[in-house]
């Protein structure tokens, strides 16, 4: 009775092993979960960090303009900025994160590259 006790527990063994590692894979492909943190951009000055809360801060030669961002889709970010110095906007990006590697395509700014840095 024994063995066949064990044999009869080994299918939910491996389904809750499936379950967890499927679980876990999409916990990592979400872009919530690696945009967090402080970018740099290549080739320029400006810094850019996102917090898991939504808030997103970017600083440029001492210009510190603030906002929100949520992700629309894995491929789509909304993002609304704006601050003292710069009137409110809310405009749609694409964004493509590769490991330590994130790009943003803005509307009439065309494509921004940035290197993780924290």
Request: glycine letters at 10%; aromatic letters at 8%.
């Amino acid at each position: 009775m024994k063995l066949m006790g064990s044999s009869m527990k080994r299918p939910y063994y491996w389904l809750a092993a499936v379950s967890l590692v499927a679980f876990l894979v999409s916990c990592a492909a979400k872009p919530e979960n690696s945009i967090t943190g402080k970018w740099q951009q290549v080739n320029g000055t400006e810094t850019i960090e996102f917090f898991k809360d939504g808030r997103v801060r970017s600083d440029e030669q001492g210009r510190n303009i603030q906002g929100n961002y949520k992700f629309l889709d894995n491929k789509r970010m909304e993002l609304t900025m704006g601050g003292a110095e710069v009137r409110k906007n809310t405009l749609v990006a694409q964004v493509t994160l590769s490991g330590k590697e994130l790009t943003l395509v803005l509307p009439g700014s065309g494509e921004l590259k940035y290197k993780k840095v924290q």
